[in-house]
């Protein structure tokens, strides 16, 4: 019972980070306009694809911990010096940038990047340390920091934008960008503060050949899957940007509605991240049985809930043109496609993280996400220079439904379990559903 209620808190936290991060994509959609939208959606995508593939070395923090029985202290030694010498190699492709400025306006948003990406790495490195400490509350918080800013951000510039406090002609999305930077920064400083705190861990960059050995056979097979899997989630916004159009600016059109439908619909992806992060260190820290029936529970909560969810947000897609303004109007038709795609790809994660920490099949994640990225870069191509961005949610959606089946085959050949225990509820979590609405109806009662 008191696993679930923490779920419980940890969705409504989740959904929390979420609907800041919505509100905040509202106002900037508000401000900025459609083609802006649109170099504002590719470039903060580009950085979560970067961050995604370097900071996948911060997940050794729980297969080194937790599975290993590494000393804390000695793989966050080691894991910080990984991350220094990273640091190091952007602050050169930095220089780089700036100078490629001289040439190319392009290189504007490539140094935007190289700013910002070491403090991404840094604040996925803290919060992946206590996850893996199983600090959930913890957790919680300090995954709020970053919107919670960025939000704060967004208001002072739609008020500027509304009111004309500096003029109408405000360059409105450089100070986006910058406040985007700004709350990277102030997050991930407040988030290692807290990770030394509670992990009681000290910033020493240190080598340990044993743990190197690991974190190398580990962490870049991971790395190369968190990539590929953002890749595959976030391709298609790329192909709609580069082949949705016959002009630049109808391209960044494309993209700026697409980027909306893409937002949307991730709202699902979130909340099964939520279930993801609770059982995080459990997932590796339980034995091989415990483990496979953790998975199969989880995996029924989150599947479920997403159908759910995702039913209940298409019936709602209508008002996306009233949020957003009616110029998105067309972001509902791909926005509705992509809601399959997004509740099957949500489920995923929770078997892609057994494979990793339970079994240390690294690899066959990597293998599950190149067929994936195949099969949506092929539909994109035949698709989309016919139908325009709906192609590229039709392609999305078809890619993480393969995603799934083979996921779902390949843990059953490992589970050696029959295939109802990931789909269909059985006895115990009805009499667990049974137990989770008699204590609401006693605490209603009780604060009444």
């Not at 990984?82 to 492709?93: D, F, K, P, R, T």
């Not at 400025?101 to 070491?118: D, G, H």
């Not at 990539?227 to 082949?243: A, P």
């Amino acid at each position: 019972m008191a696993f679930v209620l923490r779920m419980i808190r940890t969705v409504f936290y989740k959904l929390a980070v979420t609907g800041i991060t919505f509100l905040s994509s509202v106002l900037i959609t508000r401000y900025l306009p459609v083609s802006s939208r649109g170099v504002y959606t590719e470039t903060t995508t580009a950085l979560l694809l970067f961050s995604s593939f370097l900071a996948g070395y911060s997940n050794f923090f729980n297969y080194g911990i937790n599975r290993l029985k590494y000393d804390r202290q000695d793989v966050f030694s080691v894991l910080l010096r990984q991350y220094a010498l990273i640091s190091v190699g952007i602050v050169l492709m930095l220089i780089a940038s700036l100078v490629g400025i001289q040439f190319n306006s392009f290189f504007i948003y490539t140094a935007l990047l190289m700013v910002t990406l070491p403090f991404t790495l840094f604040l996925a490195f803290a919060t992946k340390f206590v996850n893996a400490l199983n600090q959930i509350d913890l957790l919680n918080r300090l995954n709020m920091l970053q919107s919670v800013m960025m939000f704060f951000f967004v208001i002072l510039l739609f008020c500027t934008s509304k009111w004309h406090f500096f003029g109408s002609k405000f360059p409105l999305l450089p100070f986006t960008f910058t406040g985007w930077t700004l709350s990277y920064v102030l997050a991930a400083a407040i988030a290692m503060f807290f990770a030394l705190r509670v992990g009681q861990v000290r910033l020493r960059p240190k080598k340990n050949q044993q743990i190197g050995k690991k974190l190398g056979d580990y962490g870049h097979k991971i790395s190369a899957q968190s990539f590929l899997t953002l890749l595959n989630y976030r391709g298609d916004l790329y192909f709609v940007g580069l082949l949705a159009g016959s002009t630049l600016l109808a391209r960044q059109v494309s993209a700026g509605l697409y980027g909306i439908a893409v937002t949307a619909s991730e709202i699902l992806w979130q909340v099964s991240q939520s279930v993801a992060v609770l059982v995080y260190s459990r997932v590796a820290t339980e034995e091989r049985n415990n483990s496979t029936v953790l998975t199969e529970r989880m995996f029924r909560y989150t599947f479920w809930l997403l159908v759910v969810l995702g039913i209940i947000m298409a019936i709602l897609s209508p008002l996306i043109p009233i949020v957003f303004g009616a110029r998105y109007h067309p972001s509902i038709a791909p926005f509705e496609v992509l809601l399959v795609g997004t509740a099957a790809y949500g489920a995923i994660g929770l078997l892609t993280q057994y494979f990793t920490d339970q079994l240390g099949k690294v690899k066959y994640p990597m293998i599950m996400q190149i067929v994936s990225i195949v099969v949506n870069a092929s539909i994109c191509l035949l698709t989309i220079p016919h139908v325009g961005m709906i192609g590229g949610a039709i392609a999305s959606s078809t890619a993480y439904l393969v995603a799934l089946g083979m996921s779902v085959t390949y843990f059953r050949y490992h589970a050696k379990r029959p295939l109802h225990y990931l789909f269909l509820p059985t006895k115990q979590d009805a009499e667990l559903a049974v137990r989770i609405v008699s204590r609401f109806r006693r605490v209603n009662k009780a604060s009444k």
